[in-house]
């Protein structure tokens, strides 16, 4: 579990894979209470007897192990809607020892998203969860173009995971009107709902799956022998978005994973219409995820340090985001 609380603060940057670049507004953080120890029971009516008199004794004196608390180091994190209209909040709560590291059997997450005028508040979900090879926050917010639902994954990092990707199972929807809240598949990939919110698409292995949003598949393209991975070994494929008239699909190949300082980067664009697959860029050295497509021609990419780029797709350049 010490590796945990690393890999904590990497999918905070994740969790964003879709949020507006605005700034984060002034809310305060919430406040947890520290933990409560039980009371002892009340004693019970005791019984009174004849006893003889004491007999004089050297008495030794006894200690008790003082009883430690469980710390907890609380997390949260904001992310805003395109239009600016709502804010989703998650929080996290991680038992930990008192050099820091992650330790305990069980994590608190909660998820909840609100009006930036204060109009609607809905509380998506609040549990407690168990610590498998790893964790799983709410995470790749993403938004229907007309704002009127969020969409959002369960976004894990196993414990000590050498690449950026993680994984995703389940791809959730919340209708902003009402707060239901619907699961729309129980997969697991790389998961991505179409901006128009009539579709989606799932990432697994060498196929991409376009599914209606009722899950049923409409079309099924595996990618493999396109970009000629058939004969090769050791990559994974992530970083799954649409582009902004549903018409597209980009994701990254991760490639020589022998090492995490020799991985390299290759981006790949699906035409929906022409049904042609392809790279547009190769080899880039060091690993990128695409996590936004709001341009008809540029993605926005992120590092392994949480930084974000624009990726021009018709010249390949990569220049820092603004």
Known sequence: MSKRLGNLLFIGVLM???????????????????????????????????????????VQPTFTEPVILEKMSHE?????????QWTVQVSAAFPVTAEGSISGENYRVSL?????????RWKILDEERPFGLGYTLP????????????????????????????????????????????QL????????????GEAFAALQGGRLLIHRISGEVIREISFTDFLGLGEQSGWLAG?????????????????????????????????????????FLQNQPGQYLPIDWQESEVLVIMDTFGLRYRLNIRTGEIVPAG
């Open 16 to 58: 964003g894979i879709a949020a507006c670049t605005s700034g984060t507004p002034p809310l305060p953080t919430a406040i947890i209470q520290p933990l409560l120890v039980s009371p002892t029971s009340p004693a019970e009516s005791l019984v009174m007897e004849t006893l003889p008199p004491p007999q004089t004794a050297a």
């Open 76 to 84: 949260d994190w904001f992310y805003n809607s395109p239009d600016g």
């Open 112 to 120: 909840s998203v609100f009006r930036a005028d204060g109009g609607q």
């Open 139 to 182: 995470a790749q917010f993403h938004w229907q173009r007309d704002g009127s639902r969020l969409f959002y994954t369960e976004h894990g990092i196993p414990d000590g995971s050498p690449t950026i990707l993680g994984f995703d199972c389940g791809l959730f929807r919340t209708d902003l009107q009402n707060g239901e809240t619907t």
């Open 185 to 196: 598949t129980a997969a697991c990939g790389s998961l991505r709902a179409a901006p128009d």
């Open 239 to 279: 970083g799954l978005v649409w582009s902004p008239d549903n018409g597209r699909l980009a994701f990254s190949i991760l490639q020589n994973m022998a090492g995490a300082a020799e991985i390299q980067t290759s981006f790949v664009l699906v035409d929906l219409v022409t049904g042609s697959v392809r790279f």
